[in-house]
């Protein structure tokens, strides 16, 4: 496991963060994001959205639960699971997703898909502080995770 703190003081520097993110990413990550509401997390998975060329912009994934985006290198599944539990997920499409060699999985409030998703996953802790300020805790988990986490790290204020 490896981990890393990231502070974020507008939602402007989070879109930058995600951009840093999108060029890391090849396809097979997996993405947990999580903290309370109004924390950051949409709007970063906006930026990953937007600095990988998907033309949707998600807005908020709550009402469906599970979207995806795609253009021909790309395919980013934007889960939202708010107030789900853990037995009401079922159907989302999951094993044609984690067998999608191509898919970039950023799932909101993932706690109910815990036990279905593989392990190595970085996790992304939105942390409220004051005013417009976020503290990010990031933590990896396996080999693609680390290498996530590693690439993001080194290009840290570039
Ligand atoms: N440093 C920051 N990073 C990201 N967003 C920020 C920041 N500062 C202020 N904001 C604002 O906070 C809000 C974050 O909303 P967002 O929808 O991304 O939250 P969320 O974590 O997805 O919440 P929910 O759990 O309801 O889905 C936006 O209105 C954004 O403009
Ligand atoms: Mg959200």
């Known amino acids: ?17 995600a951009r840093r993110f999108a060029r890391m ?3 097979g990550e997996i993405i947990f994001l999580r ?9 970063f998975v ?3 959205a937007s600095a990988l060329g998907l033309k949707s912009s ?3 994934a709550s009402f469906s639960l599970m979207k995806k985006y795609t253009n021909k290198k790309h395919h980013l599944f934007h889960i939202d699971l708010f107030r789900l539990e853990e037995g009401e ?5 999951f094993e044609e997703m984690l067998e999608d060699e191509k898919a970039v999985i950023l799932a909101e409030w993932p706690d109910p898909i815990r036990q279905m998703m593989p392990s190595d996953r970085l996790e992304m802790d939105f ?17 693609v995770s680390d290498a996530l986490l590693g690439g993001i790290c080194k290009t840290a204020n570039k």
Do not use: W
Request: hydrophobic residues 35%.
């Open 46 to 48: 906006k930026g990953v």
């Open 35 to 43: 903290g309370p509401i109004g924390a950051g997390k949409t709007v």
């Open 1 to 17: 496991m490896q981990t890393a703190q990231i502070s974020s003081h507008s939602r402007q520097e989070t879109l930058e963060l």
């Open 25 to 27: 990413l090849k396809g």
């Open 58 to 60: 998600p807005t908020s």
């Open 127 to 143: 942390i409220l502080k004051e005013g417009d300020e976020r503290v990010i805790t990031l933590k990896s988990f396996g080999r």
């Open 89 to 93: 997920v079922f159907n989302l499409g």
